[in-house]
């Protein structure tokens, strides 16, 4: 049997002008659609969300990969300028453009992971008629709830975060990249 290959990659323009990665997965028998959101950090060909789509399309999806900007993808942007809000705002901006588009369907699936996960429960919380179903997967949490967590810092990094403002290790994602 071939494999029918129904991948797009296009770059459209966030509301500052910032060039956003985005990948349309269209289903030929799609049963809707799907937004995917990766967390701080990330990008659209990460493992998990890689898995994740997968499923969704196997599943008769259309899948919407992007690469939010201020991050390691393949949109414009510093990733020390990455900030929930420009994360949300790109989210908002991939769905507005998807509207102009033959395949968009409502209501919506939203999937995020992390910062991800947080900002398409905000969008849900805002746009509730559009989204049929939220996977908000590890979704982020507060600054004190995630320091509760002992075993994921220790003291000296803790300090360092303090006196520097920055929180720096290596990218387990992009070799040689650094996660700040």
């Known amino acids: 049997m071939e494999e029918i290959i129904c991948m797009e990659k296009i770059f459209i323009k966030n509301r500052k002008d910032q060039k956003v990665c985005v990948v349309v997965d269209k289903n030929p028998n799609s049963k809707g659609l799907v937004f995917l ?45 990455a900030t929930t809000t420009n994360y949300y705002q790109d989210l908002e901006d991939v769905i507005g453009w998807a509207k102009s588009q033959e395949w968009y369907k409502e209501p919506f699936i939203l ?55 920055w929180r720096i290790s290596e990218s387990g994602y992009k070799i040689g990249r650094a996660h700040v």
């Open 37 to 81: 959101m990766h967390g701080l950090g990330g990008f659209k060909e990460q493992p998990q969300i890689q898995t994740i789509a997968e499923t969704f399309f196997a599943k008769g999806f259309t899948c919407i990969l992007f690469d939010t900007t201020n991050t390691f993808g393949e949109s414009d942007g510093k990733y020390e300028e």
């Open 111 to 165: 999937e995020g992971h992390s910062l991800g996960g947080l900002c398409v429960l905000l969008y849900a919380e805002e746009n509730p008629n559009k989204v049929l179903a939220l996977a908000p997967v590890s979704p982020v949490v507060s600054g004190p709830l995630s320091l509760e967590i002992k075993e994921k810092y220790d003291n000296e990094d803790l300090q360092e975060w303090k006196n520097s403002g």
